[in-house]
T-cell receptor
C-alpha cells in the first residue's frame, strides 16, 4: 500500500526535552511538509522540503528543526525552545508538478508536560 | 500573506439535507482551492479541489464553486449522510510549479443527525 506513515501516534515528553517525530512516504513524492494543528484552528505550516537536503521555513518554524536526507523521509524535531509544543502534528507530501495536491499522514499527537 | 476565513464554525443538518460551507481569501494570486475532510484523530483527506480557471466542479454528492471576483469559494454537500459528519477545512494557495504553501481556514464541524 502506498501512503504516508507517521510514528508514533501518541508521544509524551517532559518539558525541556527535544523530541523527533517520524514521517515516511512511499508515494515517490518530491515535496514534503510539516503542519501543526491546535484545537479549533486550521493547519499551520512549520517547514517544507522540495528536494533532498533542502528545506524552507513555513509560517511557524521557531523552535522546530527538520532534515531531509532521503526522499522518503522528513523527520521533525521539536526542540525545548518551542514554547507551546503540545499539539497534533501532521506530515504531508506532494509531487512538484501538482504540488498543491497534498496528501496527509495520520498525525502524531504530542503532549509535553 | 494569504488569509482564509471559513464559515460557519459548526453546522448541524438532518440526514438528507444539504450543507454549505463558505470560505473567503485575500490574496488575488491564489489559484488553487482544495477542501479537506478530517475525522476525529486522523489526518485530513482531500475530497475535492478547484483551480481558478474553473467556476464549478462536482463529484457525486460534493460540489465546489469559485467566484474569483469576490474571492470566495464554497463546498456543497447534497443528500447528507451520517458518515459525512467530520471537520471540513478549506485552503488556498498560489500555484507556483514548486512546493506551494497552503493556507487553511479554521474548519467547520459538520454534524449530520438522523
Amino acid at each position: 500500500d502506498g501512503g504516508i506513515t507517521q510514528s508514533p501516534k501518541y508521544l509524551f515528553r517532559k518539558e525541556g526535552q527535544n523530541v523527533t517525530l517520524s514521517c515516511e512516504q512511499n508515494l515517490n513524492h518530491d515535496a514534503m511538509y510539516w503542519y501543526r494543528q491546535d484545537p479549533g484552528q486550521g493547519l499551520r505550516l512549520i517547514y517544507y522540503s522540495q528536494i533532498v537536503n533542502d528545506f524552507q521555513k513555513g509560517d511557524i518554524a521557531e523552535g522546530y528543526s527538520v532534515s531531509r536526507e532521503k526522499k522518503e523521509s522528513f523527520p521533525l524535531t521539536v526542540t525545548s525552545a518551542q514554547k507551546n509544543p503540545t499539539a497534533f502534528y501532521l506530515c504531508a507530501s506532494s509531487t512538484l508538478g501538482l504540488a498543491d495536491e497534498q496528501y496527509f499522514g495520520p498525525g502524531t499527537r504530542l503532549t509535553v508536560t | 500573506g494569504e488569509n482564509v476565513e471559513q464559515h460557519p464554525s459548526t453546522l448541524s443538518v438532518q440526514e438528507g439535507d444539504s450543507a454549505v460551507i463558505k470560505c473567503t481569501y485575500s490574496d488575488s494570486a491564489s489559484n488553487y482551492f482544495p477542501w479537506y475532510k478530517q475525522e476525529l484523530g486522523k489526518g485530513p483527506q482531500l475530497i475535492i479541489d478547484i483551480r481558478s480557471n474553473v467556476g464549478e466542479k462536482k463529484d457525486q454528492r460534493i460540489a465546489v464553486t469559485l467566484n474569483k471576483t469576490a474571492k470566495h469559494f464554497s463546498l456543497h454537500i447534497t443528500e447528507t449522510q451520517p458518515e459525512d459528519s467530520a471537520v471540513y477545512f478549506c485552503a488556498a494557495s498560489p500555484y507556483t510549479g514548486t512546493a506551494s504553501k497552503l493556507t487553511f481556514g479554521t474548519g467547520t464541524r459538520l454534524q449530520v443527525t438522523l
